[in-house]
């Protein structure tokens, strides 16, 4: 709870101070598609600590910011689709069995579906162009892949229950906005995505289990600025 | 929902719920030697990952003489890469001094007469095994305590004369429960020309090792006109080895398994465990489902890439 009030006393002090920047602050509501790609320990394909086996995916954001010349802040939500690589957890189990059998997995897909706020940094504007720096954290509900592998001579071998998780988020992003007009423009979004959920694990022996999700996405989509100047 | 945000759980995602012995035969290389080593019995405390492994060998005498030696360890499976390890830890019980001879010894067998999941001190039981000391192979027992992780002897090895004769005997192990009231013991003999495997039945509530002359029948259903050896039993699974026709050349290791009536026409355990080579006394132990998804079995071969002569193996099996 500290660390939540930490956070909100943050933003804030940087609302307070981006509402006595010069000129008018732009509110705008920004929506893009792109794609996730996992990494690190997340998108390992063979039996190691963490490993994920997580390919990419689609990803859609929509987002409110508020900002000035130099920053603001940031409201936004997210949902990530990441596939889990059925092909490798499928070697790995025909690796460790030695050709025992036949080994079959099926699985589902990772689901993240974010709410954040945080910071924005930005150069000024020009010639119709933006660049800025996103910082956000907030909740991110999971849903881990449901995971059957069976073996047609031992039998169910592992399973896991496609159960939501809960996590701290922690994102940092490139957003590059160009504007159309006084009211609409073109964004080109990249960030950085750390989760951490807890799942559920009724037939491990842990009962339950961490999983760190890292990846990136790269969207696109438009920008709209909702307190445009009047014409 | 905040101690799951702030992480008070550390468990890492398995990729196995329980463990798997491996399918194919892996040398055991923690206790094998240049020198012949096989005829093992084997028991394991699931709950404590240890093990307590008997054998026989002739390292002692650099090649001459067969002498049980023993072995205890560790068994870890890694749920995550899906590894198996069976280390040993330390060697040498007191026993041996006591079964041991200047002549041979093979085909431990050893039982927990009290029957716990896992070896208390005070737990009683009685040490089987063959020797030649006397002319031919006898089936000896010799009892035993067990105390401080240790199996001391209780008294000298004695033959069990109910079931020895002129001929070769040995490999004797027990299958509980086939009759009630009445211990049912299997072994090898060659008493009627070639080896087979003979059942005895001991009186009505007493030990084999204690019963009057038992009953004893040949097990025509399991054996065949080549050599049929070595049988084990656990639950109820006989493993065994034969020569007879049908195999992969030499001994191979065969399996029955008991229906509650009879004991079921025999299989070979087929060309992921058997060769060319010798495969020769077979050990099987039921695993724990609860850590384990397949049975153990631990055998010798002399198949090539061992230390040298027979080695020791174990390998995970199924689907009885």
Partial sequence: ?231 | MVALLLGSCTGKRVNFDRGIIPPVPVSFSSVNSAFDDYNSDLRITWAEQTFSLFFSSNRNSFGDDFDVVSYIGTIYFDLIDGTFTMNSSGTGFDILETLNSSSNEFGPFFTDDEESDYPEPGDEGRFFFSSDRNGTLDIFCCRYNYEDVAYNPVGEPFPLDNLNTEYDEGYLTIHYDEVADHEVVYFTSDRDGTFDIWRATGEAGSLIDESSPVNITSMTQLNSSADDKCPYIDGNVMVFASDREGGYGGFDLWYSVWDGQQWMAPVNFGDKINTEYDEYRPVMVITDKHYFLNDMMIFSSDRPGGKGGFDLYYVGISGF
Wanted: hydrophobic share 45%; net charge negative.
């Fill in chain 1, 1 to 231: 709870m500290k660390k939540l009030g930490f956070l909100l006393l943050i933003i804030t002090m940087s609302s307070a101070t981006v509402l006595s920047q010069k000129p008018v602050p732009k509110s705008v509501f920004s929506a893009d598609l792109g794609v996730a790609v996992a990494y690190d320990e997340f998108a390992l394909n063979s039996f190691e600590y963490d490993a994920g086996f997580a390919t990419a995916g689609p990803n859609a954001e929509a987002g409110f910011l508020y900002y000035g010349r130099f920053a603001g802040i940031s409201l936004g939500m997210a949902y990530t689709n990441i596939f889990f690589n059925e092909k490798a957890y499928q070697a790995e189990y025909d690796r460790v069995l030695s050709g025992y059998g036949e080994n079959t997995v099926n699985a589902g897909n990772y689901h993240v579906f974010k709410l954040q706020a945080g910071l924005v940094l930005k150069v000024p504007e020009f010639r119709h162009t933006e660049v800025m720096l996103l910082f956000q954290t907030g909740y991110a509900l999971c849903v881990h892949p449901e995971l059957t592998v069976m073996n047609t001579e031992l039998g169910e071998i592992n399973s896991i229950a496609g159960t939501p998780g809960e996590s701290i988020t922690g994102t940092a992003g490139l957003k590059v906005n160009y504007w159309l007009s006084d009211r609409f423009g073109v964004t080109l979004n990249s960030s950085l995505n750390a989760v951490r959920p807890g799942f559920g694990d009724d037939t491990g022996p842990a009962g339950a289990f961490f999983l760190p999700m890292r990846y990136y996405t790269v969207d696109a989509g438009l920008v709209i600025r909702i307190n445009a100047p009047a014409q």
